[in-house]
């Protein structure tokens, strides 16, 4: 379970009731079916043992979903899973198991990559995309997971830049599927294509984006594919709930707790705002953040490159100030979320070589 503050045996100054007070204020705000959904995650990773994935992306569903009923879509994988299983079942040869399982989820269920409609946030919910046959990488890819290993095959997530496969490890052989693109076989080359196509850099792949994703890190992504897509869409309510639960999964993490202090301040939270951000701030300065520095000359300041002029000042208005330049940046440059990038290779133009006088 998770630790409550009534739990406590000391009893806390007041000022440090005072300073907790908005951070409570936040939780209380949730909804009954949202606070038992978190309460329910916060256990699954508390819990010693690998994380049970489907049932931890379907808890982050019923945040959104109120009348989910989580052991439903669970029955729903694990049914998939049974006939998946009769079918390789007597079935020796690896490359045809893994074309039974293959045919199974995108030739007779229909599972497929939602390319038109890439950024709806239905595409990361896995009761949707159970009942729409739409997702994206992540999301195909956790399914294609859970229906292969309960059909006896071994697979794990592939956490490439930009895009996400499965790797099938049957009688020593590697073979890397593409759950978004139907699961078909890819190469090691077919995976630097897809980091090139969605990211724009080739030197993103490296040897160790092939290695196997663990489901803490999976889950991970899926709540940074949310993050992203609700900033982008000014959903900020929405985009603090999701960092909440980054933070159940990474309690330590400074981007996210900053970006947890500029979204309050986005919501007119500036008490909490400012709780976040000195203790983002004191973790990267590795001291208690103080009052505000005196102003430098205006002469001095702006001798001063700008990128440091921006940057200099501790305070935590500072930081609200430029929050939306900030929260959408990371958003943007993050190379772990999902979202691809068609950017034409513009030539270079050629300048006008000047002649000799």
Sequence with gaps: MIPKDDALSTRPSSKARARAKP????????????????TRLGELLLAPGPLPLVEATLLVAAEEYPELDVMAPMARVEAIGTEAARRVAGVTNPFARLDAVRALLFEDIGFRGNVEQYDDPRNSYLNEVLDRKLGIPLTLSILAIEVSRRAGLEAVGVGLPGHFIVRIVEQGRNLLIDPFHGGQIVTVEDCRDLVVRTTGRASLFRKESLDAAAPRAMLTRLLLNLKRIHLAAGEYGKALSVVERLLLVAPGDAKEIRDRGLLLAHLGQPAAAALDLESYLAGRTGHRVGPR?????????????????????????????????????????????????????????????????
């Design 293 to 357: 520095p005196p102003r430098l000359d205006p002469q001095e300041d702006r001798r001063r490159p700008l990128n440091s002029r921006a940057f200099s000042n501790p305070h935590p208005t500072g930081l609200i100030r430029s929050s939306r330049f900030a929260i959408m940046g990371d958003a943007r440059v993050d190379v772990r979320a999902e979202r691809p990038r068609w950017k034409p290779c513009r030539p270079p133009q050629n300048r006008r070589s000047r002649s000799r006088r």
């Design 23 to 38: 951070q409570h204020a936040i939780e209380a705000a949730l909804p009954p079916h949202a606070r038992a959904a978190r």
